[in-house]
């Protein structure tokens, strides 16, 4: 029985995804009215997102993720994005 493979993946990219949310919004400045689901969703796509980058970079090779480090750091750069694209506009 794998912990990180096909019975358990989806599962432990929920929790990782939601302690990265967490720090993410801890880390970040401001308020936050992101609800459980959003913080959840933006901490899998800032591991992702780092990922991504990471592999773009050359930092990381084909087969490597980011760590908690560049997650956190991919999450907390959607969580910026999230706050402009939900922000109220002045009329």
Do not use: C
Not at 28 to 53: M, N, R
Not at 59 to 64: C, F, H, R
């Amino acid at each position: 029985m794998e912990v990180f493979g096909s019975t358990y993946g989806i599962f432990m990219t929920i929790i990782i995804g939601f302690v990265v949310g967490l720090l993410a919004r801890f880390l970040k400045p401001g308020d936050d009215k992101a609800g459980f689901i959003i913080t959840i969703l933006i901490g899998i796509a800032g591991s992702f997102l780092a990922t991504f980058l990471g592999r773009s970079m050359g930092w990381y090779a084909g087969n490597q993720t980011a760590g908690i480090i560049g997650s956190v750091l991919g999450a907390i750069i959607l969580l910026i994005v999230y706050g402009m694209a939900t922000r109220k506009r002045k009329p």
